[in-house]
């Protein structure tokens, strides 16, 4: 991979899988274990799922964070503009998968 744009969509769309599988297969679990409705549960996970879907689009745990404070610390100003990149499309991403499910659960 080359350049900045393909790291973002892969970022994005990472963040926004994780939301969307982990809220569709948890409220299927969720339905055949204990008869809830799977709207209901895919909305509640989806809210529960966000900021994991962000950690785990951005490669786990802080090291984004950790790289913008060596660019701060070394005078790096490209390092910190990628890294703030890469979390806002990690957040594009869950944020979308949150809107998506709750527009099709029928909520505002």
């Not at 569709?24 to 996970?45: A, C, I, K, N, R």
């Amino acid at each position: 991979m080359h350049g900045m744009l393909p790291l973002l969509v892969t970022t994005f769309f990472m963040a926004l899988g994780v939301l969307l599988g982990g809220s569709v297969l948890g409220s299927l679990g969720s339905f055949l274990s204990s008869g809830q409705p799977p709207y209901h549960t895919m909305v509640e996970l989806s809210e529960k799922l966000k900021i994991w879907a962000l950690v785990t689009a951005l490669g786990g745990s802080f090291i984004p964070f950790r790289a913008i404070e060596i660019g701060f610390l070394s005078g790096q100003p490209a390092e910190i503009c990628k890294q703030i990149a890469l979390i806002i499309s990690a957040f594009g991403g869950a944020h979308l998968g949150y809107f998506l499910l709750k527009s099709c659960s029928g909520g505002n």
